[in-house]
């Protein structure tokens, strides 16, 4: 079924709406939860929560781009049952290094530095339109879709060594964008 | 007040077509002539500068000393290179554009190529294809591109003589011959192609031995900067020089210094002969080694030349005596557009049409000097002249792991990377290494019989059920062509997949031959076996060394004899339990060494943050001396070394 199609139903509130969206998404939204979960029960858990927040958010919502809505979705469940349940505990490394890393672009500012996220993501999006195409392909693989080095690696068809260090240049880069971004 | 901006999720809410092209089948990028430009700013300024000499000085073809290869003339090498040149003379002619490949030069992270083009178009783009183009048979991520057609020709000339420069992220030159795959395309400029309009492939081979043979390599520790001031500092460590290129390796820097972050950083000077020495910083070979290279840009960056109406590339002489040498930094200029050099040689920022002066020339173009010059003496010659001797040496460095690239642990190479179309077998010794896990990768006959056997391995992929459950990892992976299987023992292999349509998948089968052989050869080149810790009693004294951030990158170890300490650490240990997945609490960072009454040693990686686990040869261990325990009193028994959980 079209994604169109889809979108119509739950604006129409039918229940097959769900379903439909489950069933051509799961494999989608499910990769990027286990992603970062790795543990089929959790992932499952993920991806309930998902279509659920789908039907409530559809209306008002109209997404342009449905994989990327139910995505972002499901990636956010995932972060956050990721974050409950290892606080306070030590987590693999493996999967703690992504969220590792996006942690390095998080920082915390006084109210007089105060900037709307709106422009701090309106400077991410300027940074990602400005890389290289495979730049901002493995930026993105790696923060949005939480794949891991090993995948990314094997998409490009290059060594691990080199994504590692492709994405801690262009972390630095944003950093420093972002610091810029909230200080001037 | 405070306000967190948290990336982790507020990077969800990037533009849904960025979200939408990065799940697509990755597709070799649409090519557009500015990228050339866009990766490093100054690659602009050199081929505008390339030209502006030109057209200012039309005796600096003349006056340009005689070189015996185009590249060398293209970038103002000072030696003959023809000796490192693979002389290839090949023409091809697809589609009307013909090109003749004439000789190829490749260091450990370059490939420079000679070409000659005719063709019919008004201006015509030519780019080395680096999804296709194969170096002993892997692709490698290009870091920079750059194209220079000399002094007096236009880069999109139709009929010229060109240079292509495609600077590598990694090492691209292994030991011996070197067969490169080689395939450049041509077309338009700015039509945003898919593909050239013309594609050539040439496959040759090529050896750097010549090049290794004339490289001086020479151990240092010299500090320059501000010393005693915090952050404002570096350490020399090694210096690497031959025809082709000078390298120095620092200290006292890592990725996450602002130093690092907001400046741009350079060492400029003379080597004892006269000759202008550029190096580059910048470029981290691991957290705390950074690289100062002469590059391509290197004086040209600057808008200058070396006065003499001849361009020059700033590499030191390998043969002289001296470099003396000046630190200096300059101000990144952040979130820029393309920066370009004036006739007047003023560097300036482009964005939206609005041009915006930086840095002028008076102003040494925003290059400050960081503490006092300093000189290097070279007390080292080529290989080559003295090849006994720099053998040794490198024998006996090789025995320590100071690379990032692979380390040796009982005389054998493990590597941080995977081999393509190898066996490797990730491993995790038990000892102080740099990173939690290395490949060891079988050769010859061994390669050979664990490729067979692989090669002959079932599909028998099923849904996820996590099958490994009670059963024990044998402390080692198989890795081959993508997959990692990890090994459980009784000879199982287990592995997982991600199927788009069905989900979580994975694999469990019993494979004892493959996992027998794999353990014998582990066991005979690395001492790498399982151990039962049961066998952790009697213990005779316990040596804890340890090397990580606590201890400011530097070796601590203590010994202890106590014996109401030892049996304390006998009881926590022998009575552990096994941890599926393993860890990484900083394990590798420290190496506890029990020696038991029988005269054995047990090596241990203890966590060195507040997890109570320890590794065992790869295979993890829950010791916590009471529930809600942390490795706090393990550590307390060690007073003399510098923890922080």
């Given at each position: 079924?079209?994604?169109?199609?889809?979108?119509?139903?739950?604006?129409?509130r039918?229940?097959?709406?769900?379903?439909?969206?489950?069933?051509?998404?799961?494999?989608?939204?499910?990769?990027?939860?286990?992603?970062?979960?790795?543990?089929?029960?959790?992932?499952?858990?993920?991806?309930?929560?998902?279509?659920?927040?789908?039907w409530?958010?559809m209306?008002?919502?109209?997404?342009?781009?449905?994989?990327?809505?139910?995505?972002?979705?499901?990636?956010?469940?995932?972060?956050d049952?990721?974050?409950?349940?290892?606080a306070?505990?030590?987590?693999e490394?493996?999967?703690?290094?992504?969220?590792?890393?996006?942690?390095?672009?998080?920082?915390?500012?006084?109210?007089?530095?105060?900037?709307?996220?709106?422009?701090?993501?309106?400077?991410?999006?300027?940074?990602?339109?400005?890389?290289?195409?495979?730049?901002?392909?493995i930026?993105?693989?790696?923060?949005?879709?939480?794949?891991?080095i090993?995948?990314?690696?094997?998409?490009?068809?290059?060594?691990?060594?080199?994504?590692?260090?492709?994405?801690?240049?262009?972390?630095?880069?944003?950093?420093?964008?972002?610091?810029?971004?909230?200080?001037? | 007040?405070?306000?967190?901006?948290?990336?982790?999720?507020?990077?969800?809410?990037?533009?849904?077509?960025?979200?939408?092209?990065?799940?697509?089948?990755?597709?070799?990028?649409?090519?557009?002539?500015?990228?050339?430009?866009?990766?490093?700013?100054?690659?602009?300024?050199?081929?505008?500068?390339?030209?502006?000499?030109?057209?200012?000085?039309?005796?600096?073809?003349?006056?340009?000393?005689?070189f015996?290869?185009?590249?060398?003339?293209?970038?103002?090498?000072?030696?003959?290179?023809?000796?490192?040149?693979?002389?290839?003379?090949?023409?091809?002619?697809?589609?009307?554009?013909?090109?003749?490949?004439?000789?190829?030069?490749?260091?450990?992270?370059?490939?420079?190529?000679?070409?000659?083009?005719?063709?019919?178009?008004?201006?015509?783009?030519l780019?080395?294809?680096?999804?296709?183009?194969w170096?002993?048979?892997?692709?490698?991520?290009?870091?920079?591109?750059?194209?220079?057609?000399?002094?007096?020709?236009?880069?999109?000339?139709?009929?010229?003589?060109?240079?292509?420069?495609?600077?590598?992220?990694?090492?691209?030159?292994?030991?011996?011959?070197?067969?490169?795959?080689?395939?450049?395309?041509?077309?338009?400029?700015?039509?945003?192609?898919?593909?050239?309009?013309?594609?050539?492939?040439?496959?040759?081979?090529i050896?750097?031995?010549?090049?290794?043979?004339k490289?001086?390599?020479?151990?240092?520790?010299v500090?320059?900067?501000?010393?005693?001031?915090?952050?404002?500092?570096?350490t020399?460590?090694?210096?690497?020089?031959?025809?082709?290129?000078?390298?120095?390796?620092?200290?006292?820097?890592?990725?996450?210094?602002?130093?690092?972050?907001?400046?741009?950083?350079?060492?400029?000077?003379?080597?004892?002969?006269?000759?202008?020495?550029?190096?580059?910083?910048?470029?981290?070979?691991?957290?705390?080694?950074?690289?100062?290279?002469?590059?391509?840009?290197?004086?040209?960056?600057?808008?200058?030349?070396?006065g003499?109406?001849?361009?020059?590339?700033?590499?030191?002489?390998?043969?002289?005596?001296?470099?003396?040498?000046?630190?200096y930094?300059?101000?990144?200029?952040?979130?820029?557009?393309?920066?370009?050099?004036?006739?007047?040689?003023?560097?300036?920022?482009?964005?939206?049409?609005?041009?915006?002066?930086v840095?002028?020339?008076?102003?040494?173009?925003?290059?400050e000097?960081?503490?006092?010059?300093?000189r290097i003496?070279v007390?080292?010659?080529?290989?080559?002249?003295?090849?006994e001797?720099?053998?040794?040496?490198?024998?006996?460095?090789?025995?320590?792991?100071?690379?990032?690239?692979?380390?040796?642990y009982?005389?054998?190479?493990?590597?941080?990377?995977?081999?393509?179309?190898?066996?490797?077998?990730r491993?995790?010794?038990?000892?102080?290494?740099?990173?939690?896990?290395?490949?060891?990768?079988?050769?010859?006959e061994?390669?050979?019989?664990?490729?067979?056997?692989?090669?002959?391995?079932?599909?028998?992929?099923?849904?996820?059920?996590?099958?490994?459950q009670?059963?024990?990892?044998?402390?080692?992976?198989?890795?081959?062509?993508?997959?990692?299987?990890?090994?459980?023992?009784?000879?199982?292999?287990?592995?997982?997949?991600?199927?788009?349509?069905?989900?979580?998948?994975?694999?469990?089968m019993?494979?004892?031959?493959?996992?027998?052989?794999?353990?014998?050869?582990?066991?005979?080149?690395?001492?790498?076996?399982?151990?039962?810790?049961?066998?952790?009693?009697?213990?005779?004294?316990?040596k804890?060394?340890?090397?990580?951030?606590?201890?400011?990158?530097?070796?601590?170890?203590?010994?202890?004899?106590?014996?109401a300490?030892?049996?304390?650490?006998?009881?926590?240990?022998?009575?552990?339990?096994?941890?599926?997945g393993?860890?990484?609490?900083?394990?590798?960072?420290?190496?506890?060494?029990?020696?038991?009454?029988?005269?054995?040693?047990?090596?241990?990686?203890?966590?060195?943050?507040?997890?109570?686990?320890?590794?065992?040869?790869?295979?993890?261990?829950?010791?916590?001396?009471?529930?809600?325990?942390?490795?706090?009193?393990f550590?307390?028994?060690?007073?003399?070394?510098?923890?922080?959980?």
């Amino acid at each position: 079924m079209e994604d169109t199609e889809i979108i119509d139903l739950f604006w129409k509130r039918d229940e097959t709406a769900i379903q439909e969206l489950s069933s051509k998404y799961s494999g989608y939204c499910y990769k990027i939860a286990w992603n970062l979960l790795e543990n089929h029960e959790d992932t499952q858990e993920c991806l309930n929560d998902t279509w659920f927040a789908a039907w409530k958010r559809m209306p008002p919502h109209r997404p342009l781009v449905l994989s990327a809505f139910v995505g972002r979705i499901a990636r956010g469940f995932a972060i956050d049952f990721f974050r409950k349940k290892h606080a306070n505990k030590r987590v693999e490394r493996r999967r703690k290094d992504v969220l590792g890393e996006m942690d390095e672009l998080s920082f915390s500012y006084t109210v007089e530095e105060q900037m709307a996220e709106k422009e701090l993501l309106e400077a991410i999006e300027k940074f990602l339109w400005k890389l290289k195409e495979t730049d901002r392909d493995i930026f993105i693989r790696r923060y949005w879709y939480l794949d891991s080095i090993k995948e990314i690696a094997k998409r490009h068809g290059v060594t691990e060594g080199c994504i590692k260090t492709n994405l801690c240049r262009n972390r630095k880069k944003l950093y420093r964008i972002l610091k810029q971004e909230v200080l001037t | 007040m405070k306000k967190e901006f948290d990336f982790a999720k507020e990077f969800a809410e990037i533009d849904e077509k960025l979200v939408e092209e990065a799940g697509k089948e990755w597709k070799r990028p649409k090519y557009y002539i500015f990228q050339f430009y866009s990766r490093k700013i100054a690659s602009v300024a050199i081929i505008v500068i390339l030209c502006l000499v030109a057209l200012s000085n039309s005796s600096v073809q003349a006056s340009v000393r005689e070189f015996t290869t185009k590249i060398g003339e293209a970038f103002g090498f000072t030696k003959d290179l023809s000796s490192y040149a693979e002389i290839v003379n090949q023409t091809q002619t697809v589609n009307g554009i013909s090109l003749t490949l004439k000789e190829v030069i490749m260091d450990d992270r370059v490939l420079m190529v000679s070409l000659h083009t005719q063709a019919e178009q008004e201006q015509l783009a030519l780019w080395i294809n680096e999804e296709k183009t194969w170096i002993n048979g892997q692709k490698h991520m290009t870091y920079e591109s750059v194209e220079t057609a000399g002094n007096d020709v236009g880069i999109f000339e139709p009929s010229r003589d060109t240079v292509l420069v495609q600077i590598y992220e990694d090492q691209i030159l292994p030991e011996g011959e070197v067969r490169v795959h080689l395939v450049l395309e041509a077309g338009e400029i700015n039509m945003g192609l898919e593909e050239g309009l013309a594609e050539f492939v040439y496959d040759f081979v090529i050896s750097a031995e010549e090049l290794k043979e004339k490289t001086v390599r020479q151990d240092l520790h010299v500090t320059i900067g501000e010393p005693g001031v915090n952050k404002r500092n570096l350490t020399i460590k090694e210096l690497r020089m031959n025809d082709l290129y000078c390298r120095m390796t620092v200290t006292g820097i890592t990725r996450d210094d602002d130093w690092a972050n907001e400046y741009d950083l350079k060492l400029q000077g003379k080597d004892s002969l006269g000759n202008p020495v550029t190096l580059t910083g910048g470029r981290f070979i691991s957290d705390n080694e950074m690289l100062f290279v002469t590059d391509f840009f290197g004086d040209y960056e600057s808008g200058g030349d070396n006065g003499e109406d001849t361009l020059q590339m700033s590499v030191p002489d390998k043969e002289c005596d001296y470099l003396d040498l000046q630190l200096y930094e300059r101000k990144m200029i952040l979130d820029g557009g393309a920066e370009i050099v004036d006739e007047e040689g003023v560097c300036e920022v482009q964005e939206s049409g609005e041009v915006q002066e930086v840095y002028a020339q008076k102003d040494n173009y925003g290059w400050e000097p960081v503490g006092e010059p300093f000189r290097i003496s070279v007390t080292q010659k080529p290989l080559a002249q003295n090849k006994e001797e720099i053998n040794l040496e490198e024998t006996e460095a090789a025995k320590v792991p100071v690379s990032t690239e692979y380390m040796v642990y009982e005389d054998e190479i493990l590597y941080r990377d995977l081999q393509p179309d190898q066996v490797c077998i990730r491993v995790e010794p038990s000892g102080i290494r740099e990173n939690l896990y290395y490949y060891y990768i079988p050769t010859g006959e061994a390669q050979k019989k664990l490729k067979s056997f692989m090669d002959g391995l079932a599909d028998d992929w099923q849904k996820h059920e996590m099958r490994w459950q009670g059963m024990k990892e044998a402390g080692y992976a198989i890795c081959y062509q993508g997959r990692e299987y990890t090994v459980f023992e009784g000879g199982y292999l287990y592995a997982t997949e991600i199927d788009d349509e069905r989900g979580s998948l994975e694999l469990l089968m019993q494979e004892k031959e493959i996992c027998d052989f794999t353990q014998q050869l582990l066991s005979e080149h690395l001492a790498y076996e399982p151990v039962d810790i049961t066998q952790i009693k009697d213990i005779v004294s316990a040596k804890l060394s340890v090397c990580n951030i606590a201890t400011n990158g530097k070796f601590y170890s203590q010994t202890i004899t106590d014996q109401a300490t030892l049996a304390l650490f006998e009881g926590w240990f022998q009575n552990a339990t096994y941890s599926y997945g393993g860890a990484d609490c900083g394990n590798n960072l420290s190496c506890l060494e029990f020696t038991l009454a029988n005269g054995e040693i047990v090596k241990l990686s203890v966590a060195t943050d507040s997890c109570p686990i320890f590794g065992i040869n790869g295979v993890y261990y829950d010791y916590r001396p009471e529930p809600d325990a942390d490795n706090s009193k393990f550590w307390e028994c060690f007073d003399e070394i510098l923890w922080d959980l």
